[in-house]
């Protein structure tokens, strides 16, 4: 299993160090190493997406997997801790949100911070107006896409990063139809011998996680 570990999975057991010395209330909440899920996140889609391109890459794998741990323990199945009162994983989601916005804000990139801030709004709202949990997924892909995008050697032909919240809260039966259309402009900005892979990764991460978010 270590051979072929994820991005994703590293992430987590570096987050779980980090947790586990930073808060004993965390801590003992956290599961074991050997319980945790080796299944590829959005950081793995993003250093696919941005290959060699981006500066700082452990600053975006591990606020990518912050904030969707915060995402998965508001919504979903969490990957660190231990089933739990649902108070505790609100109060432990918003803590996951902080960590990965703080990691994130130490590339200074504002336009990052504003993006997956958004992201973290676009999907309260999507929940609690009990909208298709799938919409929240394309919405981190669409986003991890983007950043991306903006942060590798393509970062000329990134789309624009508004019109998410748009979609969403404009509401009616084509959300998936317009999210879908910008799923596949976010495409557009890589080569296209990149395309197929990074569908199949998109798929992946919809197969793994859609269920549980």
């Known amino acids: 299993m270590n051979a072929t570990r994820t991005i994703a999975a590293s992430t987590l057991r570096e987050m779980r160090r980090e947790i586990a010395a930073d808060s004993i209330l965390f801590g003992e909440r956290l599961l074991a190493e050997t319980d945790l899920n080796e299944t590829a996140g959005f950081s793995?889609?993003?250093m696919v997406?941005?290959?060699?391109?981006?500066?700082?890459?452990?600053?975006?794998?591990?606020?990518?997997?912050y904030i969707f741990e915060g995402f998965l323990l508001h919504y979903g199945r969490n990957r660190l801790l231990?089933?739990?009162?649902?108070?505790?994983?609100?109060?432990?989601g918003d803590y996951m949100f902080a960590q990965g916005l703080s990691a994130i804000a130490g590339l200074e990139d504002l336009a990052c911070?504003?993006?997956?801030?958004?992201?973290?709004?676009?999907?309260?709202f999507i929940h609690g107006e009990n909208r298709d949990p799938a919409l929240a997924l394309s919405a981190w892909v669409v986003t991890t896409l983007r950043l991306?995008?903006?942060s590798s050697d393509y970062g000329h032909e990134a789309p624009e990063s508004s019109g998410l919240s748009e979609i969403?809260?404009?509401?009616?039966?084509?959300?998936?139809?317009?999210?879908?259309?910008?799923?596949e402009k976010?495409?557009?900005?890589?080569?296209?011998?990149?395309?197929?892979?990074?569908?199949?990764?998109?798929?992946?991460i919809n197969a793994n996680f859609l269920t549980e978010a």
Not at 49 to 65: F, H, I, M, W
Not at 113 to 124: D, P, Q, T
Not at 172 to 178: E, V
């Open 44 to 46: 793995d889609l993003f």
């Open 49 to 65: 997406a941005c290959g060699d391109g981006a500066a700082s890459p452990e600053r975006y794998q591990r606020g990518l997997e």
């Open 82 to 92: 231990k089933p739990d009162e649902n108070n505790f994983y609100l109060l432990a």
């Open 113 to 124: 911070v504003r993006e997956l801030a958004e992201l973290i709004r676009l999907c309260s």
């Open 148 to 150: 991306a995008a903006r």
């Open 168 to 183: 969403i809260w404009g509401g009616g039966d084509s959300d998936a139809s317009r999210l879908d259309a910008v799923y």
């Open 186 to 204: 976010s495409l557009a900005a890589f080569p296209e011998e990149k395309r197929a892979e990074l569908r199949q990764r998109c798929s992946d």
